[in-house]
């Protein structure tokens, strides 16, 4: 199975690869308020505004950790499919498509939010996001400062 690897501050997120709509460059977003953690405001890709979140500090770490990242991978989370359920993940590095197969399960629950689990990667921490809560949850009015 392929996934795209996702770079973050002390791990990887592993994202199904039929998610991806586009990988793009850095962009400056327009500040919401008040967001959920992890936004850091709305970017134009397209026609669409959709929610960039820093991704370290989306799944437990610091905000600061994000400043400087590299790339956005725009997602479209097919449960959520709609007008609104677009989102972005910043990068600290481009992001790569890798094959994985019998990956073992990470020692500990990380304990990560938005975490459906954990898997030991040669370089580290691999984190299976769950992606459609996030959408769902980043789309419904009031919660995020976004709807």
């Known amino acids: 199975m392929q996934v795209l690897t996702v770079t973050a ?3 990887q997120l592993l994202l199904p690869v039929n998610m991806v709509a586009q990988i793009t460059g850095r962009m400056q977003p327009d500040p919401v308020g008040p967001p959920m ?3 850091c405001g709305m970017v134009q890709w397209r ?19 994000d400043e400087n990242y590299e ?3 725009v997602l479209w989370p097919m449960k959520s499919a709609g007008r609104e359920s677009f989102i972005g993940l910043t990068s600290l590095g481009p992001p790569r498509v890798v094959d994985v197969t019998d990956l073992p399960a990470a020692r500990e629950d990380a304990g990560m939010p938005w975490s459906l689990g954990y898997v030991d990667l040669a370089d580290g921490l691999g984190v299976i996001p769950d992606i459609d809560a996030l959408a769902r949850q980043a789309w419904t ?5 976004l709807g």
Do not use: H, M, N
Request: charged share 25%; no cysteine.
């Open 9 to 11: 501050a002390g791990f």
């Open 71 to 73: 790339r956005i991978v």
């Open 141 to 145: 009015t009031g919660d995020s400062g």
């Open 37 to 39: 953690t992890g936004v």
């Open 47 to 65: 026609e669409f505004r959709l929610p960039l979140f820093r991704t370290s500090e989306l799944f437990g770490g610091k905000a600061e950790d």
